[in-house]
């Protein structure tokens, strides 16, 4: 990890921030993307919600690195703030801690025109979010992701929620954030775990609907880790075609569910190791999800095997990991994994609903996935994994 | 409390149910309101939420006096369910119980499509609706009220939450029901205390904004108690009223603020009972401070003193106080309602926000109410309510 990067206003205005509107009516906002866009944060907040204070939640990893850069911006701007600090980690998205955070917003005496802030990865945005709509029914939102995956992926298009024994987000809210404020410079301060964890989210919208972006990125990788003008590039690229998306169906009615390509197979690993980010973090689960989903799709005979293996290659080229084998300690059978997916919020009527492809950039949504052909699937997927061992 | 009045569809069908919309565009339903109504409760869910599961949320109380009728009419309509009662009264408006019934709807397996179904008061309505809210970020959610005061106030309009020691309904979610169904004769088994205390609710419709409803209800009020159609006219022309202002204002901006009406003080004084319903439960805590925003309105030069006078006499013509000297035990000074008030969902930017009358029929909201005026008012009130003791 380097050292916290230093950032202020001059060096704002010299970069040259990326602005990507989502559009969603009476709800619609921006996300501002580039090094150095949090040293703006306050004057960019002042600017949409003129008057507000606002309660600043985030971890203690993530203050110790970039706090003092976002009350310093605050200060500058005259938007007066409480700091709510939880401990960094999975855990800390359940009930006790949503209660807390509930508590020590209303403790802080925001009003129902304040803000709640949320500083750092995707556990302070999905908690802070749903805190945010539920404190008065309702307050405005700006997230300011600090982890890649929180800034290509869940900091955009509203989703909230808290993990329960029964699996991850299953309680939560859509709340709209009114802001959005991605600093790529923050991503210097990411282990490299963590920023391949958020390079599987971005592969994935090249994956599921942009073949020609999932060439850019075979193509660039090297350079998006490396720091350079491709990685606002492939952050602003993924943030384009996420807001897209949720600006054709906030609500995950249809499409926006292809954002979930990977993703009921991942929950279902991180459901297995209990979310030990230790063994497996989100982005490692959808890596590993997205070549299952290319895999299956091949099985079905939907997908070519070449496409399948091209994107077996590319997340490997980056180190990602992308079978059961490479997950430290034991698998459990098929079955637990189908149990667990039968709990997805994205089950309907019985059926599993997969987001399956017909190639690179051809995801598609398909409801009525026999259980069966899931179950066989796995069963190959586990003797693999211990053939590996 | 009489015994439960025996339902069945043909009772159903010959009463003639009155149906009230609530316009809402996407998110628009109905409200059915008539005697017997509940025995259709499962033919009109199939029809709104055709081949949902639901789970049945209720007290233990109104358990026993109802849950049988629902669950023939769920069965009768092949309607698949489970029940998860909880513990009567307004404790269980709080994060334990929220936590406890979100995780008995995973256990139970709903999915996204099925519903929540409220069976009750407004406890049970308002702890369910965030729960439906919540759940998968939202599932449908069908309201039906078993009090005078959920019929004609809590069931609709889609505000849902619970309590924190902060104040009341400080955290929860606007999520509208796709479905309310207003049992008129479910309220013979309230108690005559419970009934008035919902009635307030109804006085409430005329005195904000109707003032010919009021002239009705000074005449009616003995049919209305007593359980003729007068009782049906009644429920119906407060879900009008309420589903107008509602439509005009979904998420309170604005006009939806004068259904709080005798709200701030009342919510004041329930938090300074620590919601105990011996002492005052919340239709009480309106009528007094119905009366109190007609007086402190008259004090403030805004309405003629004869129409103060007039809420008072109706008021305690159905036998509800009027007075903090109606409240058993002993009241704290000024300052502390003040502070609690300052809590209330309603403040901006530091002013309180009252809704006064310009005379029966014609409240209006005032941002922007200097708080020593209140003190100098609460202060009077504490006078007179030693005085009296």
Known sequence: ???????????????????????????????????????????????????????????????????????????????????????????????????????????????????????????????????????????????????????????????????????????????????VIADTAVLDTLSPREFRAGYAEVAKYGLLGDAGFFSWLEANHAAVFAGGPEREEAVAASCWAKAAVVADDEREAGRRALLNLGHTFGHAMEAVVAYDGARLVHGEGVAIGMRMAFDFSVELGLCSPEDGARVETHLTAVGLPTTLADIPGQMPPAETFLDIMAQDKKVSRGALTFVLVRGIGEAFVERGVDPARVREFLARELERESAAR
């Open 1 to 179: 990890m380097v050292a916290n990067v230093p950032l202020d206003a001059a060096d704002a205005e010299a970069c040259g921030l990326t602005r990507v509107p989502v559009d969603l009516g009476a709800r619609s906002y921006e996300i501002v993307i580039g090094r150095g866009a949090l040293a703006e944060a306050g004057a960019r907040i002042a600017e949409v919600l003129p008057g507000s204070r606002a309660a600043i939640v985030t971890d203690e990893t993530v203050a110790g690195l970039h706090l003092e850069a976002l009350r310093a911006s605050l200060d500058a701007a005259e938007v007066g703030h409480e700091v709510i600090t939880i401990p960094a980690g999975e855990a800390s998205k359940c009930f006790s801690m949503f209660q807390t955070v509930c508590e020590r917003v209303l403790d802080a005496k925001l009003e129902r025109g304040d803000a709640v802030i949320a500083l750092g990865g995707g556990v302070v945005g999905d908690l802070a979010g749903f805190v945010a709509a539920s404190v008065r029914r309702g307050m405005p939102f700006v997230q300011l992701p600090t982890s890649l995956l929180a800034q290509v992926d869940s900091s955009v298009g509203g989703k909230t929620g808290i993990n329960v024994r029964h699996g991850k987000n299953l309680i939560g809210a859509f709340h709209q954030p009114s802001l």
